[in-house]
């Protein structure tokens, strides 16, 4: 059984760069998420997709992010001409639909993203 | 999303038991308390989650009071490998987590 996994663990970019971060969730679960975390805080919310359908996103993706989830499988977060802003703990994570309140999430190592 | 009060942080020895407390004051009747804890440098995981009742599982104990206002993680015999950020989180809902500062746990040997 192979958790979350994300790709690369760690990015070094120079501003104004685009960089793009994968995920593989758990094969049955539908259900993914992104989070960002950045130093000495908890993790925040950016956006959910179902199988392929983006159905939430947060108002700190701004429009120089941009996720998708093409086939429902695989998800990746692209960020453009990145900032010294955006330097963070990129986590994935997903979930079976189901469950409601009771659903559990399964998260990745995420990926480290430092901005020069 | 309720909200949810923790102590930044925590130290207790190792092989003793660990009470985690958290406030939720502002609960709803249908939010669920969980509890996901995150080690260096990894994704938070998963520890346990009840609404009403105590629950245990392999990881932990969970105390939640009987008006529901706060809740108490227990871990009882903490070793080195517990040191992390715990998190206690309300949810009504399978859909976003949302997270707070958390509690950061530290083990002495």
């Known amino acids: 059984d192979t958790g979350v996994s994300q790709n690369p663990r760690h990015k070094i970019t120079k501003r104004g760069q685009n960089v793009t971060f994968r995920c593989d969730p758990i094969?049955?679960?539908?259900?993914l998420y992104w989070y960002r975390q950045t130093l000495g805080q908890g993790p925040e919310f950016l956006t959910y997709f179902q199988n392929e359908a983006q159905l939430e996103k947060s108002r700190l993706l701004s429009d120089r992010f941009s996720a998708e989830r093409p086939k429902g499988s695989f998800s990746t977060l692209e960020i453009q001409r990145t900032e010294q802003g955006d330097s963070a703990m990129y986590l994935c994570?997903?979930?079976?639909?189901?469950?409601?309140?009771?659903?559990?999430?399964?998260f990745g190592a995420g990926t480290r993203l430092s901005v020069l | 999303d309720a909200k949810t009060t923790q102590p930044n942080s925590m130290e207790s020895n190792e092989e003793e038991p660990v009470h985690l407390p958290c406030n939720h004051s502002t609960i709803s009747g249908t939010d669920y308390i969980h509890w996901y804890r995150q080690l260096p440098s990894q994704g938070p995981e998963y520890v346990i989650h009840?609404?009403?009742s105590n629950v245990n599982n392999r990881m932990a104990s969970l105390a939640i009071a009987e008006d529901r206002k706060s809740s108490t993680l227990i871990l009882h015999r903490a070793t080195l490998r517990d040191a992390a950020v715990y998190y206690c989180i309300l949810r009504d809902s399978a859909q976003k987590l949302v997270f707070g500062q958390g509690t950061r746990l530290t083990i002495n040997p």
């Open positions: 994570a997903s979930s079976l639909a189901t469950g409601g309140p009771k659903n559990i999430q399964y």
């Open positions: 094969s049955e679960h539908n259900r």
């Open positions: 009840g609404l009403t």
